[in-house]
């Protein structure tokens, strides 16, 4: 698609501004399940000895989320928890890769042992909608994920107009939380079939339930503004950070 392939260009040419309002980083993603015998608290431990050998070797700031279901149908998402990390560039995340390789094998063999992951997958992370206060290190939120496909035939600057009516619309609602679109990149499965998935934060489940419910009533008065894509429905996960290294 003609947005995808201008979006890769400007995320790899720049890695940070593509216009007014799109701040272009990277992430980088695992699907987990517990190996046998494991729970969360193994993983914990495990990331914990992460957490202190990447302040010690990491050289860019990287930041990172435990996600874990709450509402999704496992015939679909089979999966215990998803590590998510953030970085500014692609380039940062596979910094961290090599720094981790270079000298964690350790923790490494540990991580192997209390987790049994498929995959991993570098994304780039378009930020729509910034939120309305910053995360906060070891700070707990809910994540709606969504796939969605751009409809036929819709510009690069269509979809930047929409978001800008979008926008509006959400700060009318007084929607707190971020938005963003995580672009599949390098790792991601060859059988995917949408474009992106469009992420929502938000401070709570009863948070997301009235968005929802004012999803419905500003669809049946009309209110509600014309969408470029068309998405499946969302999955909800609690998010917590496991830590938070921002750009100084």
Not at 59 to 86: E, H, K, N, V
Not at 106 to 131: H, L
Not at 166 to 195: M, N
Request: charged share 20%; aromatic share 12%; net charge negative.
């Amino acid at each position: 698609m003609r947005f995808l392939i201008s979006l890769l260009l400007v995320a790899i040419v720049s890695g940070v501004q593509a216009d007014d309002h799109l701040n272009i980083s990277g992430m980088e993603g695992l699907q987990c399940k517990f190996a046998a015998g494991k729970d969360m608290d193994d993983v914990m431990k495990v990331i914990g000895e992460w957490n202190a050998y990447g302040d010690d070797n990491f050289s860019s700031p990287y930041s990172a989320w435990i996600l874990t279901p709450l509402y999704r149908s496992d015939s679909d998402y089979d999966f215990d928890f998803m590590f998510l990390g953030f970085a500014q560039s692609l380039e940062a995340i596979g910094s961290a890769q090599d720094e981790f390789l270079a000298g964690a094998n350790k923790i490494y063999a540990k991580w192997e042992a209390a987790t049994d992951c498929s995959g991993q997958a570098m994304n780039f992370n378009a930020q729509v909608r910034a939120p309305a206060e910053d995360f906060e290190e070891g700070g707990v939120s809910i994540t709606s994920i969504q796939s969605c496909s751009m409809n036929e035939d819709v510009s690069n600057e269509e979809l930047w107009e929409n978001d800008k009516v979008w926008q509006s619309y959400l700060d009318a609602s007084k929607f707190q939380g971020g938005v963003w679109r995580w672009w599949p990149e390098t790792g991601s499965s060859a059988s995917i079939e949408h474009d992106y998935w469009l992420v929502a934060s938000f401070s709570s489940v009863q948070e997301y339930g009235r968005a929802r419910d004012n999803r419905l009533k500003s669809m049946l008065a009309g209110s509600r503004p014309a969408e470029v894509h068309s998405c499946d429905t969302p999955r909800l996960y609690q998010s917590t950070n496991i830590r938070l290294r921002q750009p100084s």
